[in-house]
């Protein structure tokens, strides 16, 4: 095998060198002379390479993996040789890797992009466009612009190999339904959203092939700050593989479908795929989720002839967060699929009886209107993960090709409601200019980068009595991508969904709220009808400059599991952009004690006590095994005997409050979730400002509650109340969803302890959550500082 390998190898690469020159000016239009070389040396173009022949398998082949430096390889290859594929880089990713796009279609079209990308940025912007001639030109000669993004989450290691795959058979395959999509469709192919998941998810898997850890996740979060959590930046825009993809694709070629490929758990059903459940967030435009409806039906039927099981549709995931779907509020759609997942490249067996039996809105066992047709159960290994992912890619864009003048008519319809405004939708928001200035301009910058025009008043003006100064910011809702200003200005109403009626909670996919002035503390007010005031045009921002918020820096240690946290990884985040120093604290370090030695401060991220104390199982590694244990717990309680500050967030409170049996206990440590439920919402959080740690902020703020603890202080000498939720339940939620708020009300939210020489400091609540919760930083920022 190997000597075969190496031997098509050489082969591939003689062929490559020559007629390269030659064949790449086909693509220019503007050439008025075609190289002769390329008619007369057409069957010597440079073959184009086998994904085999560089990553040395084949996509799909059981345990086989590679990092994303051979990947980016392939990538390379493939555009050189092939008149269909070009390489982009668009930028470095966290940790310096090359971020890469495939633009993939017909030749001809190649050739003439910008002439499609301008076509396709008339039909965004209606108001570009000067007669309804014009518009009926571009959406007859326009081409459905597809955005494919794959593995954001890197432990989905189909999504390393399916765009390897799809690209290598769309460069390479001469049917007439592959050329119609290369046609009709102008293909953006992001092989992945998170390249350095790749390799780290590529590299574990490789070290532990054969061991007993093959298969596990790694022992660190597959994107350095973010883990799972970076398919929830699409409105945050926090990292920069977010920020690429938005300002180099989305915004540029405004995709009228984006399809994210995916993986799910083993045990369900094959493939899901859209129509999403309900709720479906309620500034999407409706023709958006008839796409959406639409496609995903259709992929399925297309997959289903082609004799594949097991596919569920509306099941599992809803449409209610622009977290995880940029494009639901620019005007295309955003096609989620998610195939079962086996032991990252590793084979599975699943017997038929042990596939779950209650799985969201279908049952993986029966029959039913939305999955047809049950898979038998048995082997689940990569290939078929590939297969699903592939074949489900390649549906899409037939789909797209053969639908092509309908998704650009209807793109044209959405932005054209969109600039007209929905009649119920208030006519601004008035953004005062006077405010926290980091606070206002992360706003800003949030909506900037989405695309959102903000414009500002040129003279004073009045509204609901109030004066406003000239240069007060103003979003008219009556813009391209206002629903996306909509939804991030606004409060949400998550609607009161049970299993039954007064029954427990009908769970959302994610969190509940997103309100951007609640979570970064600005000042946002409605407009409801037009001002009598002259804008300007849309404006540009400037940097804000910035002070670090600690002046002079405690010795910070920030515990970082192997059982890898995405809280710990969000505040190494905050703590990165904000200048705060810190070292990263694992269990043996932990474990070994002395700890005042070394650290004034020790942060535990938001963790499961389980999670904290017994982190990774026996069948890792050393120094991978095991978690703080009871010598950790030991080494924490003297630690802040000896004076130190412990502070412990969210659900490390239990594990803090049960390690130093704290004087404090949570009120919800045995409530079901018929008696409280909160998913993920923006509560109101009294403070006690008299108190060093709420120093100097509001006595009202806001706390981002998620499924956290509530606490009770057991003795008022040693344990002080720092901030509470609300003593009347009506007043606790601000944005999102809550179920039972009265269970919770006047309880205490943050606590200080003092224990020994030092002191615990607790959190009910996400100071930092997601990079977002601005109001509450400076909550975490004060604990932080020394008594
Ligand atoms: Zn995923």
Redesign the pocket.
């Known amino acids: 095998m190997r000597t075969g390998h190496a031997l098509l190898a050489l082969t591939l690469a003689t062929l490559v060198a020559a007629p390269l020159q030659a064949q790449r000016p086909r693509r220019s239009p503007r050439r008025t002379k075609p190289p002769p070389t390329v008619a007369v040396h057409r069957n010597v173009r440079p073959a184009i390479p086998t994904p085999r022949s560089i990553l040395g398998f084949d996509p799909g082949d059981d345990r086989k993996l590679v990092e994303w430096p051979v990947l980016v390889r392939y990538y390379e290859a493939l555009a050189k040789a092939s008149d269909r594929v070009d390489y982009r880089e668009l930028g470095k990713t966290t940790l310096g890797a090359p971020f890469i796009a495939l633009v993939i279609s017909s030749p001809a079209n190649l050739g003439r992009l910008d002439y499609y990308r301008q076509l396709n940025a008339e039909l965004a912007d209606p108001r570009t466009q000067r007669t309804s001639r014009g518009a009926r030109e571009a959406v007859l000669n326009g081409k459905t612009v597809v955005l494919i993004t794959s593995s954001?989450?890197s432990t989905?290691v189909g999504g390393h190999l399916s765009p390897v795959a799809l690209a290598y058979r769309l460069a390479t395959d001469t049917s007439a339904a592959t050329r119609t999509i290369l046609d009709n469709v102008i293909l953006w192919l992001v092989p992945s959203q998170n390249p350095d998941g790749v390799t780290i998810v590529a590299h574990w898997y490789n070290r532990t092939l054969g061991t007993p850890a093959e298969g596990t996740e790694p022992p660190e979060l597959y994107h350095h700050y973010t883990g799972?959590d970076n398919?929830r930046d699409w409105y945050a825009f926090t990292q920069v593989e977010t920020q690429l993809t938005v300002d180099s694709l989305h915004n540029v070629w405004h995709p009228q479908i984006v399809h994210d490929i995916?993986?799910?758990d083993a045990n369900g059903a094959r493939l899901f795929l859209p129509p999403y459940l309900d709720p479906v967030e309620p500034n999407v435009d409706p023709l958006l989720i008839d796409g959406v409806n639409a496609l995903g039906s259709e992929m399925a039927w297309e997959l289903a002839g082609q004799g594949k099981t097991g596919i569920s549709i509306n099941s599992t995931y809803d449409a209610w967060t622009p977290a995880r779907a940029y494009q639901h509020y620019h005007g295309g759609v955003r096609i989620l699929s998610?195939t079962a997942s086996a032991d990252l490249a590793s084979p599975v067996e699943i017997p038929f009886d042990r596939l779950e039996t209650r799985s969201r809105g279908y049952n993986p066992r029966e029959r039913s209107w939305n999955f047809t047709n049950p898979w038998r159960g048995g082997r689940w290994t990569i290939r078929d993960i590939v297969a699903y992912q592939t074949d489900g890619a390649y549906a899409l864009l037939a789909h797209a090709a053969a639908q092509r003048e309908h998704w650009l008519a209807n793109f044209l319809t959405i932005e054209t409601r969109a600039v007209r405004g929905w009649r119920e939708w208030p006519y601004a928001y008035v953004i005062p200019a006077r405010q926290d200035s980091i606070a206002l301009s992360a706003m800003l910058g949030i909506l900037h980068r989405g695309d959102v025009e903000i414009r500002t008043a040129l003279q004073p003006f009045t509204l609901q009595g109030q004066r406003h100064a000239a240069g007060t910011y103003v979003i008219v809702l009556r813009q391209p991508y206002a629903a996306f200003a909509k939804t991030l200005l606004e409060v949400q109403h998550y609607p009161d969904r049970r299993l039954y009626p007064n029954g427990p909670p009908e769970k959302p996919y994610d969190v509940t709220a997103h309100t951007l002035p609640l979570l970064l503390g600005v000042n946002a007010i409605v407009a409801t009808d037009s001002l009598r005031v002259p804008l300007s045009a849309p404006i540009q921002l400037r940097a804000v400059p910035f002070v670090p918020p600690l002046g002079d820096a405690p010795r910070i240690g920030l515990y970082k599991s192997y059982k890898a946290a995405i809280d710990e990884g969000w505040t190494r985040w905050v703590f990165d952009n904000w200048k705060v120093p810190y070292s990263s604290v694992v269990d043996s370090v932990l474990r070994a004690g002395k700890l005042k030695d070394h650290f004034d401060v020790i942060i535990l991220p938001d963790q499961s006590p389980q999670e904290i104390l017994e982190g990774l199982p026996s069948r890792y590694p050393a120094p991978y095994a095991g978690g703080v244990g009871s010598e950790g717990s030991e080494a924490l309680r003297q630690f802040v005997n000896d004076g130190g500050t412990l502070i412990a967030l969210n659900d490390a409170s239990r594990f803090a409050i049960q390690a130093l049996l704290l004087p404090v206990r949570n009120v919800l440590e045995a409530t079901s979730e018929e008696d409280f439920y909160a998913p993920g919402s923006i509560f109101r959080l009294e403070l006690d400002t008299t108190q060093a740690i709420a120093r100097g902020l509001p006595h009202e703020t806001i706390g981002w509650f998620e499924g956290g603890p509530a606490f009770e202080v057991l003795d008022t000498a040693a344990a002080r109340v720092v901030g509470h939720w609300p003593d009347d339940p009506a007043r606790l939620l601000l944005s999102g969803w809550v179920l039972h708020p009265e269970r919770i009300a006047g309880k205490a939210a943050i606590v200080e302890v003092q224990q020994g020489a030092g002191r615990v400091i607790l959190f009910g609540m996400r100071p930092q959550y997601r990079g977002q919760s601005i109001a509450t930083y400076p909550l975490l920022f004060k604990s932080l500082r020394g008594q």
Do not use: P, R, T, V
């Open positions: 954001i989450h989905e799972h398919n995916h993986q799910m998610e």
